[in-house]
């Protein structure tokens, strides 16, 4: 999996790098300077973003294709591969759920997990199953594909009767196909609108208000943060019921729960990829960019008792995060067992981030908060 190499190289650098190159901040609390920052966000991170992962996601699709025609040990092994690889650049643009991908509630259908394996299976039975529908969501995108290539029997060669011998196989085959095929169209038509009329439409919009380009960013960009990262990757399963509140723990509610070991991973990725969307990063260039942490210090956004700006703040806690999520395991199903104390301090740290964004950066910003999450936040 190349991806995974070469990502942890740009997490340590985005690590030692971020938090500012020195200069002093520019003003930019008006409507040219917002419309710079639109601009880096969608020519520099957003298309490019999208591209690397439509690049990745193109080799899954010919892996699959490999896969479906001929079902053996060598092509199950190569469509796995590239799976995990696009599974880990998905990370990059899961918070990229505004625009055109909110319009095709694209998140839905590729990243809702556990995947609803009784779902799945009865889906397969019946080629005219509804993929549209809400309770459809977990039999689709890359959980169920999760369970169709790493969890239809406790081996290889179980998995390859699975879809050889089986009196459905056929079915099960089809099905694969079915949704490989419907994930290509959807990302296909989101990234085919982001380099159409909508990047204009996104980059004119410089207001704060609720429907402006920034509020929505960052309405977005908070929620992935909370409820798909925070919530969805560490405290779902480790039993967090709300910020005060646990429950039950829930190994088998882990990200990619049949392929166990890329679910540190897949968390580290996303929370990478909201470390650099914050610093403003070029995708391709590497270079700092107008962003949250530059309009916030051009605000002089600051703590009032200790005049330390606020994305310093920030920043400083996204590698505490760093450091508590580098000594977890990689198999997060694992660790909910039997680690769940560190998976909770782990959760503690990233509500803290939350508290900051939601509430600071929001309010500095003059962005008003328009979703609703029952956590006590």
């Known amino acids: 999996m190349k991806f995974f190499r070469v990502v ?56 699959s294709e490999e896969f479906t025609a001929s ?8 469509f796995r591969s590239a799976w995990a690889d696009a599974y880990g650049e ?36 019946d080629p005219l199953a509804n ?17 169709l290539i790493n969890g239809v029997a406790s081996d290889d060669a179980g998995i390859i009767e699975y879809y050889t011998t089986g009196y459905d196989a056929p079915e099960r085959i089809a099905y694969i196909s079915t949704l490989v095929g419907r994930m290509n169209t959807l990302i296909t038509n989101v990234i085919t609108e982001w380099k159409g009329s909508y990047r204009d439409t996104f980059i004119s919009s410089t207001g704060l208000d609720i429907g402006s380009s920034t509020g929505i960013v960052v309405n ?3 929620l992935n943060y909370e409820r798909y990262i925070r919530s969805g990757k560490i405290g779902i399963p480790a039993g967090i ?41 070029g ?39 760093d450091s508590k999520l580098n000594q977890l395991g990689p198999n997060f199903s694992e660790e909910v067992l039997n680690n769940n104390q560190a998976m909770k301090d782990l959760y503690s740290e990233m509500q803290k981030v939350v508290r900051l964004l939601k509430v600071d950066m929001s309010s500095a910003m003059s962005v008003t908060i328009t979703y ?6």
Not at 287 to 304: N, T, V
């Open 8 to 63: 942890l190289v740009g997490i340590v650098a985005c690590i030692c790098g971020c938090g500012g190159n020195g200069s002093d901040p520019s003003p930019a609390d008006n409507s040219k300077d917002r419309q710079e920052m639109l601009i880096n966000w969608a020519d520099h991170i957003i298309i490019p973003s999208y591209d690397n992962f439509k690049e990745k996601f193109d080799i899954m699709v010919s892996e």
């Open 71 to 78: 079902p053996s040990n060598e092509t199950l092994t190569r």
């Open 90 to 125: 998905w990370q990059m643009v899961e918070l990229f759920e505004f625009g055109p991908a909110d319009r095709y509630t694209l998140r839905n259908f590729f990243n809702i997990y556990p995947a609803d394996v009784a779902g799945i299976e009865a889906n397969i039975l």
């Open 131 to 147: 993929l549209e529908v809400p309770n459809s969501y977990p039999r689709q995108g890359f959980p169920a594909l999760d369970y």
């Open 220 to 222: 977005a960009y908070i």
């Open 241 to 281: 019921v709300s910020s005060t509140v646990s429950g039950p723990a829930y190994p088998e509610k882990v990200e990619a729960y049949f392929k166990k070991d890329i679910s540190k991973l897949l968390a580290i990725y996303a929370k990478y990829a909201a470390v650099v969307f914050f610093n403003g990063v």
């Open 283 to 321: 995708v391709t260039t590497g270079a700092d960019g107008p962003s949250f942490k530059s309009y916030l210090d051009a605000l002089g956004a600051k703590d009032p008792s200790t005049g330390t700006m606020l994305s310093q703040i920030i920043n400083d806690q996204f590698a505490v995060i």
């Open 372 to 377: 609703t999450d029952n956590d006590g936040d």
